[in-house]
């Protein structure tokens, strides 16, 4: 299966900052099957970014994606406060589908 | 809108057997696929596995292969999924979602939007 590690774990930021999320793919992702959920606490997750850099419906611009091959990036351009929360990348190149441990991005 | 409202808590002792529902509303359920994940408390997402409700068609993570059974009711457009030899370690929040494919049996492996979660619990 495909393994997939997030980068860094947990990232601590102001408000207005720029957050820059990694998630590493432990083989090729074709056609850069990838995508990027947002989960707040006692919330189900929330799809963000799809193929890697398409916006899922009703999603902010200031979520950017970005990458290809084992290499993407979930880039959030500046802060606010409800983007603090844990991000997950899943790819669904290969099954079984399979998620990241989640970087969780706090208020500094 | 689409939506996905799955059954309540449940709490099951070690060896039983667990059915979780998630009825959707709002889109054709027979045409698109409906995956489930599970979520252990304070950890990440894993994927179960997904079920076509057009034609039943089941495809099952490795790791609850002989443990998981994934059915549907198209009458009341309801998915089920039902885990058997529970162990402490199933404790987890279960989680339907649907998949974003275009419909008729199309497959885009991402998943939205996701039920509310059901929080089963298993212990003696």
């Known amino acids: 299966e495909i393994v997939l590690t997030q980068s860094p774990d947990t990232l601590s930021l102001s408000p207005g900052e720029r957050a820059t999320l990694s998630c590493r793919a432990s083989q090729h992702v074709r056609n850069n099957y990838l995508a990027w959920y947002k989960q707040k606490p006692g919330q189900p997750p929330r799809l963000l970014i799809y193929?890697?850099?398409n916006r899922a419906t009703g999603v902010p611009d200031r979520f950017s994606g970005s990458g290809s091959g084992t290499d993407f990036t979930l880039t959030i351009r500046r802060l606010e406060s409800e983007d603090f929360a844990v991000y997950y990348c899943q790819q669904y190149h290969l099954s079984p589908e399979t998620f990241g441990q989640g970087t969780k991005v706090e208020i500094k | 809108q689409v939506q996905l409202v799955q059954s309540g808590a449940d709490v099951k002792k070690p060896g039983a057997s667990v059915k979780v529902s998630c009825k959707t509303s709002?889109?054709?359920?027979?045409?698109?696929?409906i995956h489930w994940v599970r979520q252990a408390p304070g950890q990440g997402l894993e994927w179960m596995g997904w079920?076509?409700?057009?034609?039943?068609?089941?495809s099952y993570a490795q790791n609850f292969q002989g443990r998981v059974t994934m059915t549907t009711d198209m009458s009341t457009s309801t998915a089920y999924m039902e885990l058997s030899s529970l162990r402490p370690d199933d404790t987890a929040v279960y989680y339907c979602?649907?998949?974003?494919?275009?419909?008729?049996?199309?497959?885009?492996?991402?998943?939205?939007?996701w039920g509310q979660g059901t929080l089963v619990t298993v212990s003696s």
């Open positions: 709002g889109y054709t359920f027979s045409g698109y696929f």
């Open positions: 079920i076509l409700p057009k034609n039943g068609a089941t």
């Open positions: 193929g890697a850099s």
């Open positions: 979602a649907k998949d974003l494919g275009v419909g008729d049996g199309d497959y885009a492996g991402w998943f939205d939007p």
